[in-house]
Structures are given as structure tokens and as C-alpha cells.
């Protein structure tokens, strides 16, 4: 048996829009690896902007999406291999999703608790329904909701945050081993987001599940997580544990990223001007961020950033890290604000 | 600039009436980034339509008065009421959307829309002169001049939100409403459109209100700031003091219940969820999630007072107003 | 779209037979030899010998490239194509004049009714249309000649144009014995228009971009026509392309009712004749003639929508 | 409680009166439809014969029974079939998607446009004189299913991505299951009024066949009765009630069709809208 819990292995998905003779290829996801271990739980936190492929990762490991090419790996076995109902029950057992908007997680035409008995039935958890009501009464029970509140509801007579603990109730009842969570709380009112939040972290604790937290919101991301990946335009340029990925980025578009949060006690510095250019045909060949990075070398426009192991189990998909390693007083003479970057003292003793 | 005292606007719909703002008093002053808080469904887009004198069935105005100035060319103040500010949209008051695909007429250039709403309002007549004025504004924006050739579909989110801040202050109104204009946005653009206005604000000295759900958002660019609960204000004061040591028990857990990057604390969020705006308390709209409730939040709702210069708060925690307090001193 | 020209595969055979049985039920006797003979040369005449391939490679080549659709057997031995050259323009302008008509008057006092749908005025309008909308064609026709030829004798009871072609007298009286049949088009026509163009209005001055315009200081009929108009009037392009099969359905019954000399009439007299080839040519070039409107329609609206573009 | 509204009450009127008079009423008819000169020729209404009495010595009234029977019967045939046939495409086509998919929109597409009177006509001149309702109303079939498969194919293709669909799939739902628990809901109010809209557009076309003598002479229909009068002359003549009351009888049923249509229509957005809010 594997030692991963998950692995996604170099995971491309290209998507073709509009017709068949004019229309054109997106990459939502470009060559993307990631592996949750197995031995503890884990909170990956998967961050990235609208547009970024985050949301079409999460579709492909929940087996929604295929992906172009490259595999998932569910304990050491691929996800999409066999097509016997055995497995996919199987898999449904092992993975459950949570959806970023309540109201639409739940047919408004049926009762919600439905759902909670479907799935200790079809997935075997249960047997009968008797035995299946224990069961989703425990479920409600531990994300702090009464069975009693909740059967015989319809969706619109549940408030958003309500519906969502319904959705976490739902996914624990196979007892899965991972949860994946897109966008969970960006619905939800700032009074009532840490609710869910701790929650998460509650029942990773108590059922031994590990999360993918798929978020654009980097306060959460921190608090929740263990590891952290960010993506940009279907890459994962950054990935590493959520402590030093946040507060010490190497990636300069982390810290643009960072630098751009609205944190309360941490005023803006004035300076951020929006590009003009409409990001949309960059050529293959270069870095993504190459056009929009402060710190942009000749290099960046002419080659694909390699990913770069950084000490402390991170990943980095720049130049930068590299030419300091490679030749740091070339680098010195070619751009000299760069020698006042942070990341040099990063590099220090370590590279 | 814009008062609003002690006033009701219910949603009148056959099936119920939906008290979504109940009692609001509220003044929006000159040279200033007013920023409006506070969760869904707490009446704050409803207190835009209100500011902006856009009431329309089954909203109506049930009590309060609204009143506005405003200053005329020949340097004369002049009174409006309801209905009578809608007669100056744009020119002295205008309204930035959020700036979602839906809010642009997608058939239609952007030049167009942008001449649409200066035609009736504007004195200037010859067509290459408005076109060029507004060419120099999008340069002074530091907008493309592409844009104004475009359709909407063919501008991304960002750029959309900017050609509606220069839309909406280009014939330099006094006041500007800004609703949301960051949802939906990415957090870079989010900073740059944020910053814009500012900086636009900065430049006509004019009033902006913004109204927005993301706290962190008025943090970084407002002056003063106005939460609202359940259909009221519960407290409203200047910004820095509000985020340094928030009064109302709702604010305070509020701002405590965010997480920072960096920030291990643990942190909780409040309990509960805000009652219906069909059939609200008697007493404080807050008193059943509020851990300092008392036997009298429970029977009345307190009202907005002055409790220290400029910070206004209704609780019953902060009774005593500051014209008693000075009295005793 | 353009698979239309296999429609001809779908017809159920046998028209041989069929035209046999009518000769040999008129009474006279005939030889087994001769009607033999007789099969064998409507057979050629139909274009119906050999296998389903070569008949419908034969079609085609005769119908497709040739463009020909053989001799009529009613009106011997004049082409078939000459018999709709003379009555296709018929048809076609009272289609074409009287479509755009209802599609026009429909659109405008349908935007009217749905961006004002409060006013009583548009409530009225709506009701008008949905009492015209649900008739037929052909009672239209019929209440038209009722009303127009019997009890109010305004209009001849069958069609009638005088003078010589294109002369000044033959277009005033072909226009005036047009008035009918095209009435009971436009009216038959307009009710849907009006419906599905208040229905869509009333739904985009819902939307964000007509508030905002409302909140920009925009006047009422800027609104109308350059938010509500522009945007309402692009689905019912489509949609055009999509009803003009059925619209041509109603103007073959109402050519037939006025006895107006259009392709429906051709039918008609190709079905009380008999006459295969006719019959087949004439629905031929009416399918043909209606899909390729609807394609020309389809392939007309990019140039209306700056949404869509070919790169 | 689902809330009626105007359009369905007065077309659900006028349809509840049309079916008394077509199926419960011709029951109670003293004559036979079929033959003729049952009763005295070319009679002004009376008593006797309310709607007066026909050339061919048929009672009008009664006869205009049978004749609404006939027309619903098709329109109620032809709706059903056209209406479970397009479902049917539509859930499979926006369901399961690709190739299938192509080849059920393009059938669609053609079907849709070519008219499809000519090629009734067509049908109806091939077997002369021996068509009968039946085959009509098979033609019908064909071309009336696309209309609801296109509709039914968006309405799945946009419900295929909702959340709650994968929901049900992580419930551990089979296709079929989600299919028929989570997607019918939503299409059945549609289905509704599209299935009375094809009554509607069945017995106008068959009607309209038979205006021209095309359809099946012999089964009275509303279409039917108008081609008699008119080969009789009956507007020359000025016998109005012959030609009137079938003609008045197809605006009142086509009325009382389109409300109802309408009214389910309505009715499923309010439901939705309803929801939503």
C-alpha cells in the first residue's frame, strides 16, 4: 500500500471553448502534483484567484472532471482506472465533497435530509432505515445540529450557514477519509465563517479526515491549514507548509498576494498599480507571472520556471531561488533591487 | 451633504412586510470615505437605495426624513428631498455597481454608455469634445482609451469595475455611492480599484460612501465608519477608533472573530444568526446572540447615542451619553 | 440544417400504384400488359426505377444539379420548374412582406408592452394578442372571407390581377388582392411576436444594466430602444429562423383558401391531379426555400450580436 | 399550496367545457355522426337543431361534438407521444451528452425546420383518400418531439453542473435515480404546458389538413366540418352556423388551450422564482 493518502500526478486540463473550428484551448490546470500523506490528517489549503484552475483541480480529484492527462491516486490507486459501481461506491466511501453554495448543494423541489439517508444507504453505511436514522441523527449531532430540527426541511427554510452544516453532516456519515471543501465559507456571513472553520479543524481531530480546503481567502487558509499551495493560472507555483508559505513567501506573486489583503491593523502601502494589459495569450513558453512580476529577468520571459525544492519540505516554481543557488553575483549585476529581496536571506545557509 | 434621520423603509409585499431598514440616522459629510457594514441580509443595499432616492415599489419610504444640499454651479446651496434627488443623478450624486458582467449593456460600446449618461446632464453639446474630455479622464485614470471601443465582454472584471468608477465620477459629483464595488473581485484587483477610489476621492474632495459586507475593506480606505445589524446602525465612528476598540458587542466579535495571516489566536465566531427583518424583537436586535444580554436589552431597543466625540453606539453598555458625562464632570 | 435535401428519403412509396388505382377506379378496363407499360413509364416518369440508392442519386442529379424537377402530368409537358418559376415569386413576396410586417409591428408593440408591463395600455395589448395569438392561419382566412367578401363585399371572391406584368395597373391590383391573404398572416403571426417580445423585455428591464442606465439619468426611450430593444431583438432573430417553417405552413393553407397563385395553390392542384412530379418540386423547392431562410437568418446574426465572433 | 393564477382558471374553464361537450355530451347524440341525412337539409337553428342542420342533413350541434371528440383525441395523442418522445431525447441527449448527443441535436435541428405541412401534404396525397387519423397523428408525432427535446436538452445540459446533482452522486445515486429524482421535478411543470401546447398545435395542423380536404374525410373533425362547408358552399349560401361553429368552437378551444398552456408555464417560474428568493 501507498504511504499517500492522495496523489495527483502531473494533472493537465485543457479545455476547448467555443466551436469546433474557431474556437480556442484554455489550460484550466497545467501539469499539477500534489500529495496529501497518510499517516496523520492534514489540511491542505489549495489558494488561488478566480480564473487560477483551483476549483477544476477540485473537480478532478472528486472524479467530476476528467483530467487531460495525468492520473489521481486514492491510496496508491487510480481514481479513474475502473468503472465497476463496486469501485465507485467505493471511492464515494473514501472522498466526499463539500460545495461553496449551500442553497445550491441541496434540490430546493426535495427535503434536504433525503440526502443524509441516501448516502447511508447507497453507500452501505447502514442497513435499512432504522438503522440509517442513528446514523444520520450522530452525523447531525456532531457538527452541532438537532435530527429533530432538521427532517422533513426544504433548503429555503434553512439560512446558509445551517445548510452547510448540513452538507459537512452529509460527507461524514461514510466516514470518509478525505474531504474536499471548495470555497465552503465564502457564502457564509464573516459572524458565523469561524463557526464552520473550527469545525473543520474539529473533526479532523476527531474522524481522523484530512481536508483540501480550496479557498481565495488567505486569513482562513492560514488559520485551518497545514500545507498550502497556491496557484496561478493552472500552475502550483508555491507549495509548502501553511507557516512559512505565508509569512515568508519566496514566490513574488505570494507576497503580491498577501500584500493585497485587506488585514485589519495593517494599512495599505500606496503603491499598487493595475496592469492595463489584458492577460490572455502569453506564449507557452515563458513564466505566467513574468508580465505582471516587479521582478521580472530576461529569463522569465524566455523559459519555464523550473519548480525549485526550497529546504522544509517546500516547492517553488521560479528563477529566482535558482539563480541565486546557480550564480548569485550575476544575478547581483543584472538587477540590483533584487539583492534587498527577502528571499536572498531565505537561501542563506541553506542552497 | 445627505442626512438621514430616523428613517423606515419597509419592503410592502403581499405576503409580509420586510422591515429592512428600521430607524436609521445617518449623516454623510463632506470630504469623506464613509464605509457602510455589516452582513447579508442587515439592510445595507436597502440604505443605498434610500441615499440614492431610488425607492421603488414594494420598497417605500415609511417614516424619517432625508434630506440633501446641494451646492449649484453659481455657488448656491440648494435643498432636496425625496424625489427631488433623483432629478440630479450623476452630476451631483452618482452610484458605482458591483461590478459584475450584468451591470454594462452588452451590445452597446463603451463610449456609448459613457455618453448616454452625460447627454442630458452635461452642457457640453459638441461630440469630439465630450470624446475627448473623456479620453483625458480615462488618461488621467490610467485607462486605456481602448476601453472606450470596446464592449463589455471584451474587458476583464477588473477593467470593467474601473470603467465604472470613471463612469460614475466623471462629471465629478458631490457624492459618490459605491455598492460592493470589490465583490467578485481578486484581492490584488480588489487593492487597485480600492485605491483608485481613494485616490479619485482624494483629488474632487467630494463625499464617498461604500457600502461593503469585508470589514478589512473599510479598514484600509475609509474615514468613518457606520455597522449595521438587523436593520440598524449599531455603531458609527471614525474608522481607526471603531477597528482599535469597537464598543458594540456585535462590532467587537466581529472583529475579533478574523483571522490574520501570522495570527495563531485562536478565534470564534458568534453564535446564532440575526433574527427575521419580518418580525423583529421588541427589544435589542442583538440581545439573543449577545453575551453581555440584559434583562432590559431584551424590552427596548436602545438607541444610537454619543457616548465619545463622534462615535456613536446603541447599547445599553454605553448609556450614558457624552453631553451627561460632560455634565457630571 | 442543410440535411434538408435528404428529406426526399422520407417519403413512403408508391405513388405508382397509387396512380394506377385512380386510373384503373375511373372505370376502364385495362390489360395486364398494359398496365404493365403504363407502371413502367410512370415509373421513369417518377424517377422511381432501381434501388433506393440509384433513385435517390437520380433524384438529386436531376433535382440537385439539374435543377429540374421533370415534365407536370397535369399541365403536360410543361416543366415543373417552369410551373413554380411562375408561382414561387408569389409566394415569396407574400411571405417575405408580410413576415417582416407582423415581425416589425409585433417587436414594437411588443418591447412597448413588456418595458411599461404595470400600464394598462400593455395589459390590454397583452390580452389582444393572446386572444389573435392561438388561432390558426386558416381561420383567420376564413373569419377574413367572411368578413371581407360575403358580408361586407370589399374584396373578390377569388384572386384576380389585371394588366400587363409590371405595369402600373397589375401592381396596384396584384398589392390589392395581396391584402387578404397577407392579412391573415400578419394578424396570424403578430399575436406570438408581440407575446415573445413582451415575455423577453419585460424580462431584460429587470436587468442590471437597464437600472443602472435608469440610475446614469437615461430617459425613458433610451432606455427602451437602446437597452431594452437591442437586447430583446437578438433572441427573436433567432427565433424568426426558427418559426419561419411554420409560418409557411399557414401561408400554404391561406394561398389555398384566396386561390392566390403561390406555391400553395401549385400544391394544392398537384394533389387534386395527382401529379407526382409536381407535387414532389414544388414541396421540394418549398422545404428548400424555407431552410435556406432560416440558414440565411442564422448566418445573418453575428452581424447583429458584437458578442459573437469569428476569429 | 400551489397558487392558480387568472390564465389557468379561465383556460381550464374553457378545456373542462370542450371535454364535456366532446366526450361526455356526443355520448348522449340521437344521431349518428357518420351518416348523412339524418335529418332535414340546410335548417336555420332551432330548437330542434340548435346550430341548424347541415347540406348533407346532419345535425350541426351534434355533429360538432363528435367533431371536438375527434380533434381532442388526435391533440391528446399526439401531445402525449410528441411530449414523452421528446422528454425522453432531451433528458438523454443533455444527460449523457456527446456523441448521442450530436446526432439527437441535429435531428432536432432539422426537424424543427423544415415546415412540416408539405410533407403531411405529401403523406396525405400518397395514400389519397385512405388516411386516416391515425397516420396523421403518427406525422404529427414526428415532427412535433423536437420542440420539447431542445428545451428539456438545455434545461439538462445548465442542470447537469448544479452542486446538487453531484450531491446526489456523492449520495451515491445512480444515473437513473438522479435522473428521475432530481432533474423531473424540475422539468414536469414545464412538460405541462408544453404538453398543452401540442394539443393545441396537433389539432391546428390536422385541422388545417382537413380545411383542404387532406385528412380523413370520413372521422368528423373540427377541420373536417369547415372542408364540407366549404365544398358546399355554405358561405355562398350564407349558412354561417354550418361554417361558424366549428370555426368559433377552434377559437374558444385554442384559447382555452393557450391560457392553460400559459398558465402551467406560469406557473413553474413562479415556483422557481419562488424558491429562489
Redesign the interface.
Known amino acids: 500500500m501507498s504511504d499517500h493518502l492522495l496523489e495527483v500526478k502531473d494533472v493537465t486540463k485543457v479545455f476547448r471553448i467555443g466551436g469546433l473550428l474557431f474556437g480556442t484551448e484554455l489550460v484550466a490546470v497545467d501539469n499539477v502534483s500534489l500529495s496529501l500523506a497518510k499517516r496523520a490528517p492534514s489540511i491542505l489549503s489549495i489558494v488561488g484567484e478566480s480564473g487560477s484552475g483551483k476549483t477544476t483541480l477540485a473537480k478532478i480529484i472528486l472524479k467530476l472532471q476528467e483530467p487531460t492527462s495525468g492520473d489521481v491516486l486514492l491510496e496508491g490507486k487510480s481514481i479513474f482506472g475502473c468503472h465497476l459501481n463496486r469501485d465507485r461506491l467505493a471511492y464515494y466511501r473514501a472522498v466526499q465533497p463539500i460545495f461553496q453554495n449551500p442553497f445550491e448543494t441541496f434540490s430546493m423541489r426535495k427535503c434536504v435530509d433525503s440526502y443524509l439517508y441516501d448516502t447511508a444507504l447507497n453507500l452501505k453505511v447502514a442497513k435499512g432505515r432504522k438503522a440509517a436514522r442513528d446514523i444520520v441523527a450522530d452525523a447531525l449531532s456532531s457538527v452541532g445540529l438537532d435530527i429533530k430540527g432538521v427532517a422533513g426541511k426544504y433548503p429555503n427554510q434553512f439560512s446558509g450557514g445551517e445548510l452547510q452544516r448540513i452538507s459537512v453532516a452529509r460527507g461524514l456519515i461514510p466516514r470518509p477519509k478525505l474531504i474536499i471543501a471548495d470555497e465552503p465559507v465564502s457564502m457564509i456571513d464573516a459572524s458565523l465563517r469561524m463557526n464552520i472553520v473550527n469545525m473543520f479543524l474539529s473533526l479532523k481531530e476527531k474522524y481522523n479526515v484530512s481536508f483540501i480546503y480550496i479557498t481565495h481567502d488567505l486569513s482562513t487558509a492560514y488559520y485551518l491549514s497545514d500545507y498550502v499551495a497556491i496557484m496561478y493560472r493552472g500552475n502550483i507555483i508555491e507549495y509548502g507548509s501553511s507557516d512559512q508559505i505565508l509569512t515568508n513567501p519566496i514566490h513574488p506573486y505570494t507576497e503580491l498576494l498577501l500584500n493585497s489583503v485587506p488585514t485589519i491593523g495593517k494599512k495599505w502601502e500606496r503603491n499598487l498599480r493595475l496592469s492595463n494589459i489584458e492577460l490572455r495569450d502569453d506564449k507557452n513558453t515563458a513564466c505566467k507571472f513574468a508580465s505582471r512580476c516587479p521582478f521580472v529577468q530576461p529569463v522569465c520571459r524566455q523559459n519555464k520556471p523550473p519548480a525549485v525544492q526550497v529546504p522544509g519540505e517546500r516547492e517553488v516554481l521560479c528563477f529566482k531561488p535558482v539563480d541565486y543557488a546557480l550564480d548569485r553575483t550575476t544575478l547581483d549585476q543584472g538587477s540590483e533591487k533584487l539583492t534587498t529581496r527577502r528571499w536572498i536571506s531565505l537561501g542563506d545557509g541553506s542552497c | 451633504m445627505l442626512r438621514l434621520s430616523d428613517v423606515k423603509a419597509y419592503y410592502l409585499t403581499r405576503r409580509a412586510i420586510v422591515k429592512a431598514v428600521d430607524g436609521v440616522t445617518l449623516d454623510v459629510r463632506g470630504n469623506e470615505i464613509l464605509g457602510v457594514a455589516g452582513e447579508s441580509g442587515c439592510g445595507k443595499s436597502t440604505l443605498l437605495k434610500i441615499l440614492y432616492d431610488s425607492l421603488e415599489p414594494p420598497l417605500k419610504l415609511v417614516a424619517g426624513k432625508v434630506e440633501a444640499e446641494m451646492k449649484t454651479v453659481s455657488g448656491k446651496t440648494l435643498k432636496l428631498g425625496p424625489g427631488q434627488i433623483r432629478h440630479h443623478w450623476w452630476r451631483f450624486i452618482s452610484y458605482i455597481p458591483q461590478g459584475s458582467m450584468s451591470v454594462l449593456n452588452p451590445v452597446v460600446r463603451v463610449e456609448k454608455q459613457f455618453l448616454d449618461s452625460i447627454s442630458r446632464r452635461h452642457r457640453l453639446t459638441n461630440k469630439r469634445e465630450i470624446h475627448e474630455r473623456i479620453a483625458n479622464y480615462l488618461n488621467e485614470l490610467e485607462l486605456p482609451i481602448e476601453v472606450l471601443n470596446s464592449y463589455p465582454h471584451q474587458l476583464s472584471g477588473g477593467m470593467r469595475q474601473r470603467v465604472l468608477v470613471a463612469l460614475g465620477t466623471f462629471l465629478h459629483p458631490q457624492i459618490v455611492l459605491a455598492d460592493e464595488p470589490t465583490t467578485a473581485l481578486d484581492v490584488v484587483i480588489q487593492k487597485g480599484i480600492l485605491l483608485m477610489l481613494a485616490q479619485v476621492q482624494e483629488q474632487m474632495k467630494n463625499s464617498l460612501v461604500i457600502v461593503s459586507h469585508d470589514i478589512g475593506v473599510h479598514y484600509q480606505i475609509t474615514h468613518r465608519i457606520a455597522i449595521m445589524y438587523n436593520g440598524k446602525i449599531v455603531e458609527i465612528g471614525p474608522t481607526e477608533m471603531v477597528f482599535k476598540k469597537p464598543l458594540h458587542p456585535y462590532a467587537q466579535m466581529l472583529i475579533q472573530s478574523l483571522p490574520h495571516v501570522g495570527d495563531d489566536k485562536h478565534r470564534v465566531g458568534i453564535s446564532g444568526r440575526p433574527p427575521s427583518l419580518i418580525d423583529p424583537p421588541l427589544g435589542c436586535r442583538f440581545a439573543a446572540r449577545c453575551p453581555f444580554v440584559m434583562d432590559v436589552c431584551h424590552k427596548e431597543m436602545p438607541s444610537l447615542m454619543e457616548v465619545e466625540p463622534d462615535r456613536f453606539v446603541a447599547c445599553y453598555l454605553h448609556r450614558e451619553p457624552l453631553q451627561a458625562r460632560k455634565n457630571v464632570e | 440544417?442543410t440535411?434538408?435535401f435528404f428529406?426526399p428519403r422520407?417519403?413512403?412509396?408508391?405513388?405508382v400504384t397509387?396512380a394506377l388505382g385512380?386510373v384503373m377506379s375511373s372505370g376502364s378496363a385495362m390489360r395486364p400488359e398494359e398496365v404493365q407499360a403504363m407502371r413502367s413509364t410512370l415509373m421513369q416518369l417518377y424517377g422511381l426505377e432501381g434501388t433506393l440508392g440509384e433513385q435517390y442519386f437520380n433524384f438529386m442529379k436531376r433535382a440537385v444539379f439539374g435543377g429540374s424537377f421533370g415534365p407536370s402530368l397535369a399541365f403536360y409537358p410543361t416543366p415543373v420548374n417552369a410551373l413554380i418559376g411562375k408561382s414561387l415569386p408569389w409566394t415569396i413576396f407574400l411571405l417575405l412582406t408580410s413576415t417582416l410586417i407582423a415581425w416589425v409591428v409585433g417587436n414594437l408593440i411588443g418591447v412597448l408592452a413588456g418595458y411599461q408591463s404595470r400600464r394598462i395600455y400593455s395589459k390590454i395589448l397583452e390580452g389582444f394578442a393572446?386572444?389573435l395569438?392561438?388561432?390558426?392561419?386558416?381561420?383567420l382566412a376564413?373569419?377574413l372571407?367572411?368578413l371581407f367578401?360575403?358580408i361586407n363585399p370589399i374584396f373578390p371572391v377569388s384572386f384576380n390581377v389585371q394588366g400587363a406584368p409590371f405595369s402600373l395597373e397589375f401592381i396596384s391590383s396584384a398589392v390589392f388582392n395581396s391584402v387578404l391573404p397577407a392579412l391573415s398572416i400578419i394578424i396570424g403571426s403578430f399575436g406570438w411576436w408581440v407575446l415573445s417580445m413582451k415575455a423577453l423585455s419585460a424580462g431584460i428591464a429587470e436587468?442590471?444594466?437597464v437600472s443602472?442606465?435608469?440610475?446614469?439619468?437615461?430617459?425613458g426611450p433610451?432606455i427602451m430602444g437602446?437597452?431594452v430593444m437591442?437586447?430583446a431583438i437578438?433572441p427573436q432573430i433567432t427565433v424568426l429562423?426558427?418559426n419561419?417553417?411554420?409560418i409557411?405552413?399557414?401561408a400554404?393553407?391561406a394561398e389555398?383558401?384566396f386561390g392566390y397563385p403561390g406555391l400553395g395553390t401549385l400544391?394544392?392542384t398537384?394533389?387534386v391531379q395527382?401529379d407526382y412530379n409536381l407535387?414532389?418540386g414544388?414541396?421540394s423547392i418549398?422545404?428548400i426555400a424555407?431552410?435556406t431562410a432560416?440558414l440565411a437568418i442564422d448566418l445573418l446574426y453575428p452581424f447583429f450580436?458584437?458578442?459573437i465572433q469569428?476569429? | 399550496m400551489v397558487k392558480l393564477n387568472a390564465r389557468l382558471v379561465a383556460g381550464g374553464f374553457l378545456l373542462l367545457l370542450f371535454i364535456i361537450v366532446g366526450v361526455v355530451l356526443s355520448r348522449f347524440s340521437p344521431y349518428d355522426p357518420r351518416s348523412w341525412n339524418t335529418v332535414p337539409r340546410n335548417l336555420q337553428p332551432s330548437q330542434a337543431h340548435l346550430l341548424g342542420t347541415t347540406s348533407l342533413g346532419q345535425d350541426t350541434f351534434w355533429l360538432l361534438t363528435f367533431a371536438v371528440q375527434n380533434s381532442l383525441i388526435v391533440g391528446v395523442v399526439v401531445a402525449f407521444f410528441a411530449t414523452t418522445i421528446g422528454l425522453l431525447a432531451g433528458l438523454t441527449a443533455g444527460f449523457v451528452g456527446g456523441y448521442i448527443d450530436r446526432v439527437l441535436t441535429l435531428a432536432m435541428d432539422v426537424f424543427i425546420s423544415i415546415p412540416s405541412l408539405p410533407i403531411l401534404i405529401l403523406v396525405a396525397s400518397l395514400l389519397h383518400g385512405k388516411t386516416s387519423l391515425l397516420t396523421i397523428s403518427l406525422v404529427l408525432i414526428v415532427f412535433n418531439w423536437p420542440w420539447p427535446a431542445r428545451q428539456v436538452r438545455s434545461i439538462a445540459l445548465s442542470m447537469r453542473e448544479r452542486e446538487f446533482i453531484s450531491t446526489a452522486r456523492f449520495s451515491g445515486s445512480g444515473t437513473l435515480s438522479i435522473i428521475v429524482r432530481e432533474i423531473f421535478p424540475y422539468v414536469l411543470a414545464w412538460s405541462l404546458a408544453n404538453f398543452v401546447n401540442t394539443v393545441l398545435v396537433a389539432i391546428a395542423t390536422e385541422s388545417g389538413l382537413a380545411v383542404i380536404g387532406l385528412s380523413s374525410l370520413e372521422q368528423a373533425t373540427l377541420g373536417t366540418m369547415i372542408y364540407w362547408g366549404l365544398q358546399y358552399q355554405a358561405l355562398l349560401a350564407h349558412r354561417w352556423w354550418w361554417i361558424g361553429a366549428p370555426v368559433m368552437a377552434i377559437i374558444l378551444l385554442f384559447i382555452g388551450l393557450f391560457l392553460a398552456s400559459t398558465g402551467f408555464a406560469d406557473l413553474s417560474a413562479e415556483r422557481r422564482g419562488r424558491y429562489r428568493a
Not at chain 3, 10 to 15: A, G, I, K
Not at chain 3, 133 to 139: C, E, Q, W
Open positions: 440544417m440535411v434538408i428529406v422520407f417519403l413512403p412509396s408508391d405513388p397509387a385512380r393572446i386572444l395569438y392561438p388561432i390558426p392561419y386558416y381561420i376564413l373569419i372571407i367572411i367578401v360575403y436587468e442590471d444594466y443602472f442606465a435608469r440610475f446614469k439619468g437615461v430617459g433610451a437602446r437597452y437591442r437586447n437578438l429562423a426558427l419561419i417553417g411554420a409557411f405552413n399557414g400554404l393553407i389555398i383558401l400544391v394544392y398537384a394533389v395527382s407535387l414532389m414544388t414541396i418549398g422545404i424555407v431552410a432560416a450580436d458584437p458578442r469569428y476569429r
